[in-house]
């Protein structure tokens, strides 16, 4: 049954297509043609949203991802970039911690909060201005709800990073970055740590080992394994690393708890 989701789905985008043609060239149709189709695709993604934030709340929206794509059979690059936008949204609802009180948790957002501030006020300002510029209304409130969809999505994003530390407790160590990655280790997996340059390039990398995971392009930590570690990562999967680059920013306060250990 499962096999006969995508051949559905494209026979009924295909046809609501087919429709709109129609209706641009002023051919008359039964209107029930086109609420059919249009039924089965809500009904479709309402299923798969209910299955995604279920199977999030249940082991993280990481293996959420893996989980939907394996069930559902769908191509696993559209769903995840699907996922993470659902995640930066459901990161602006309230909720209480869920690490224990044993965990030490080392925040990694401060340097993006003048940032995402700064875009906010610019894009308040743009949505302000092309509403009055522009005169047809279809396209005025499309460009408003976009622009207004696209701050809710940074602050989600920002929250994300926010509720989401690195973690330190007696026996483990994980690092996040927001919803889309972790990687958690055992603190004696660890071979070395230390301070790294920033480097360039703002995009999560992995290349010849090394997972590099920065904030506002920018690390400024590593920590080196004895043993390789999995790094699960929403838009790549999973990756084997025996090092990772990070920010964090107490570092001074983060190496020394390794230290400590």
Wanted: hydrophobic content about 50%.
């Amino acid at each position: 049954m499962r096999f006969l989701i995508k051949p559905v789905l494209a026979l009924c985008v295909a046809l609501e297509i087919a429709l709109v043609v129609l209706s641009a060239l002023g051919i008359e149709y039964p209107k029930l043609l086109a609420v059919i189709p249009l039924l089965v695709i809500v009904s479709f993604f309402s299923v798969l949203l209910i299955h995604v934030l279920v199977s999030a709340s249940r082991v993280g929206w990481i293996e959420a991802a893996e989980k939907i794509a394996s069930r559902f059979h769908i191509p696993y690059k559209p769903l995840a970039i699907w996922i993470s936008e659902i995640a930066m949204l459901a990161a602006l609802l309230p909720r209480g911690s869920n690490y224990k009180y044993s965990n030490i948790e080392f925040s990694y957002h401060s340097s993006l909060r003048p940032v995402v501030w700064c875009i906010s006020i610019l894009s308040v300002v743009e949505m302000s201005v092309v509403h009055l510029a522009i005169s047809i209304d279809w396209i005025k409130w499309s460009v408003f709800a976009l622009s207004l969809y696209g701050v809710v999505a940074l602050f989600g994003f920002y929250r994300s990073l926010l509720i989401n530390p690195h973690l330190r407790d007696s026996s483990m160590v994980s690092i996040r970055y927001g919803n889309r990655l972790i990687v958690a280790f055992p603190v004696e997996n660890i071979k070395a740590c230390g301070r790294c340059s920033p480097g360039d390039g703002g995009s999560i990398t992995f290349s010849e080992g090394v997972a590099r995971v920065p904030v506002f392009s920018q690390v400024n930590t590593y920590v080196e394994m004895l043993e390789p570690v999995c790094v699960k990562d929403i838009f790549v999967g999973r990756r084997t690393v025996t090092k990772v680059e990070f920010f964090v920013d107490d570092r001074d306060a983060f190496l020394a708890s390794l230290a400590d250990s």
